[in-house]
Structure formats: C-alpha cells, structure tokens
C-alpha cells in the first residue's frame, strides 16, 4: 500500500462508504454485529483502505482470519495459480492431489504421533458440527460437555455448545440435547473468589464437572466428549491456568470421554506456537480449525486420531470443504507460518505484552492485560477493585480506535481484544499501543 498507515482524510463513515450503508441497511441481514462503519475497499499487509481512501492499521484481522496479513502475495499467487488450473471437483465424490497433501500436512503439523484422518469443511462451525457427529458415532454416547462463555459457532449443533451471550441462542431453541455447561477457569474472575497467583479456578471447574455434573445430572458414561477452547476467544481472551487442559485430559481419560479443541480462533500460530495447546503440552483427540489457516478463504478443518473415524462412506461430507483453491491457500499459508510468521507472533505478542504491563497502574479503566502471542486482550473495568466490567467505556474506546485509523474489536463484556496478522512488525505495533493509550486517556477523562 503506497499510503502511510493509517492515514483518515474524510469524516467517517465518509460519502462513499455512506452509500453502501445504506444497502447494507436494506439488504442485509440485521443479525450482523457491527461495532463501526468500516466499508473496505482493499487490504494489504496490515493496512486496509476503505471506498473514501481512509487507511486503518488492522489489529483486527478479519477476526483473526488474515494471519498472513491482507493478500499476501504469495498466498495470492498460490490462489492465481490454483484457480487457473482447477477451482473445484468436489473431494466428496472426486479425488485431487491438493486434498491429501493439506490432510497430510494437517495430520503431521497437529500434536499427538499417532495415525490421524482429516475431515474437511468451509468453516469454524461445520468443523465444530464434524467433531461432535464424529464424537457421538465413534462412542455411541450422545452427551457433550462445553464451557460458559465459549464460542464455537452458530450452526445448531455447534450453537448448543456455545454459551458466550444469550442473543447468540435466544429464540433458536431447544438446541441439541444433553449438552451441559461447566465454568471456564477464568484466573481474573476465579469461581472461587481467589486472586490469583493463588487461584484454584482450574480445580473448582474440573471439580464441578466431576463431583457435582457426573454425580447429580450427567452420567459420565453416556458422555461423548468434552469440547474446550484451550484459550477462550469470543467469551474474553482467557487464559486458563495451564494445569486446566491437563486436568480435563485425565478426567477424560478416567470416563472414556473424547477430549476435543476447538482452535478456530487460537490456532494456526496465533499464539506464539501453531496450537495453543502447546502451552500445556496437551494432546486432543479431536483438534479443529479454521479462521487462520487459509489467510481469508473459507476452510474448516477437524483433525482426529485416525480410529475414531470410523464412520462410512455417506456418514458425513461437504460439498465445497477442502476446495482446491482453498487448500492451496491453506498449504502456503502453513508455509509462511512455519517459517516465519509463529515464531514473529511469539516475538511481538512478548513484546506488546511488554508494552501493556504497567497499563493497569497507568490507566484506571483497564483491569487486566492477558494473552499468548498475538491473541492480548485487555480488559478495561468501571473499579479496579471490585472488578465490574465497564462495556461502556469498551464500546467508546474502539469507536474512538477506529476514528484515529486502527481496527480492533471486543471480546467477553468488556474486553478490547489485539489480534493483528501475524506478520506485524515494532512500529506497527507502537502505533497502535500509541493509538489506543490515548483514547483510554479520552475515555477515562
Ligand atoms: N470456534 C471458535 C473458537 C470461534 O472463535 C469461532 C468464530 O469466531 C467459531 C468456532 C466459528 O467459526 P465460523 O464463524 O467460521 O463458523
């Protein structure tokens, strides 16, 4: 992009972008959450112009999605190519080259050294609708269990695991049966009521999916699996403590119970490794993707131990998963992450956290910074003491974000959350702290 970033030469939302409002307001549908008038025109590295020639410096990604940055040309070259050659077959009925080589290289980038098999879909939540099909054929036990506040997407089976906010399940109901909700371990709200470093948040979650779920209304032995954001996203950008995967894998263990990540959002490098669940050194039986893995084309994908699928032919398909195109861009995306673009997500997610450290001595809004790599949420409070989420305050300071050029979105009630590509670099970074230090300051005045 030859303009400087960011750079905001109109009123927003400027003329140009006014007139697309006003179809989107008629034709679109209502159930869009939209935080700011953003119309984007064209995406490049970090930067993103809209249809007035405004430039915004993207800490939002797409929700995470452009982990290679906007266009990566070598992504779009990966794209140009396949889509001169072959844009679809459908690997449902067909076979092409480009399917195995990604479910290969999926099955040799994803924890555990066992045999794995690779199921395909066109998102988040229809890899989320494979793992829990998969997980209920293989233990012929119909029950799942999922976490408050978690996200896993808005197809009705992947919708009855998510407990994130009521609109999102409101009037959709009655959902899939037999799945119950536990707390997720969340160390700055323990259920317990401790502060951390002593924080037994993880311990008062397991312990009440066991000593009071499988003792009162969930026999565990008609429970399929145990579905987890190993960092929570859309419920606030949680960090539990890492003790909590390891318990919940022994607890598996211990019932018979199918441990199942869901990584659409925390995977793919966003955390400073490929997975997050390298954090804690814990293997899934199921791990799920999407949103990063093909810098912006619609992939999901759901990787699991190569016995638990043991369905047949016509048990379970998608039309357009796995298209070529798709994998194509996935496959180079993989690449450039491998070797790059993780190890710069670690590099500069230390760095920002370094930044952010003395922000809740320095700013009376914010009540805690966390995160991995480049998935940092910062939670801004209306009391520092009492913790009370401000989503007021939230809400004006990614507005006022957005009127000085950077794009960033919230999380849980009250949480601002940075998810830039994972290519930024030092100054991208100090522009945007820059930027939003100084609308805190607004906000808070
Ligand atoms: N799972 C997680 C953790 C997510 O963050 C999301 C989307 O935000 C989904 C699943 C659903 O993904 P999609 O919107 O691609 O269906």
Avoid at 89 to 99: A, E, H, K, R, V
Avoid at 322 to 329: I, S
Avoid at 351 to 363: C, E, S, V
Wanted: with cysteine.
């Amino acid at each position: 992009m030859e303009k400087k970033v960011p750079s905001i030469k109109t009123p927003l939302p400027g003329p140009e972008a006014q007139k697309v409002l006003a179809l989107d307001r008629q034709f679109i549908s209502p159930s869009y959450t939209r935080d700011y008038p953003m119309v984007a025109k064209r995406g490049e590295g970090v930067g993103v112009e809209d249809v007035d020639g405004n430039v915004f410096l993207d800490f939002a990604a797409g929700i995470a999605v452009v982990s290679t940055g906007h266009c990566h040309p070598d992504v779009v070259r990966a794209i140009q190519r396949q889509a001169e050659t072959l844009i679809h077959m459908s690997g449902t009925d067909f076979y092409y080259p480009l399917l195995v080589q990604l479910a290969e290289k999926m099955a040799a980038i994803t924890p555990g050294k066992f045999p794995k098999r690779v199921v395909f879909g066109n998102s988040g939540t229809e890899a989320i609708e494979a793992a829990i099909k998969m997980a209920r054929y293989h233990t012929k036990r119909h029950r799942l269990i999922a976490f408050m506040g978690a996200f896993h997407g808005r197809t009705l089976g992947a919708l009855s695991l998510t407990a994130s906010k009521p609109v999102q399940r409101r009037g959709f109901g009655p959902l899939l049966s037999g799945v119950a909700h536990a707390p997720y371990p969340n160390p700055y709200r323990c259920p317990a009521g401790h502060r951390a470093p002593e924080c037994l948040c993880d311990w008062v979650c397991t312990e009440f999916i066991e000593n009071q779920l499988f003792r009162t209304a969930v026999p565990p032995d008609e429970v399929a699996a145990i579905v987890v954001e190993p960092i929570q996203g859309e419920g606030g950008y949680i960090v539990p403590p890492p003790s909590f995967l390891v318990k919940l894998r022994q607890m598996a263990d211990r019932y018979g119970i199918l441990l199942i990540f869901d990584e659409v959002q925390c995977g793919m490098g966003r955390t400073g490794k490929m997975w997050a669940c390298e954090h804690s050194g814990v293997v899934p039986d199921i791990l799920v993707t999407a949103k990063g893995i093909a810098s912006g084309l619609p992939l999901g994908v759901a990787v699991a131990r190569a016995e638990l699928m043991d369905w047949g032919p016509g048990a379970h398909a998608s039309t357009f998963g796995g298209n070529p195109v798709a994998c194509a861009a996935a496959l180079e995306t993989i690449r450039l992450l491998e070797e790059k673009y993780v190890a710069n997500a670690a590099r500069m997610g230390e760095y920002i956290m370094g930044r952010l450290a003395d922000w809740p001595h320095k700013h009376p809004l914010v009540g805690q910074v966390r995160g991995r790599g480049l998935m940092i949420g910062i939670e801004l409070v209306k009391n520092q003491e009492t913790r009370e989420p401000d989503p007021e305050a939230r809400h004006k300071v990614i507005e006022r974000a957005f009127h000085q050029g950077l794009l960033v979105l919230g999380c849980g009630e009250s949480t601002v959350r940075l998810m830039p590509p994972l290519i930024i670099e030092r100054e991208h970074a100090d522009i945007a702290l820059e930027i939003l230090d100084a609308c805190l300051s607004e906000v808070e005045k």
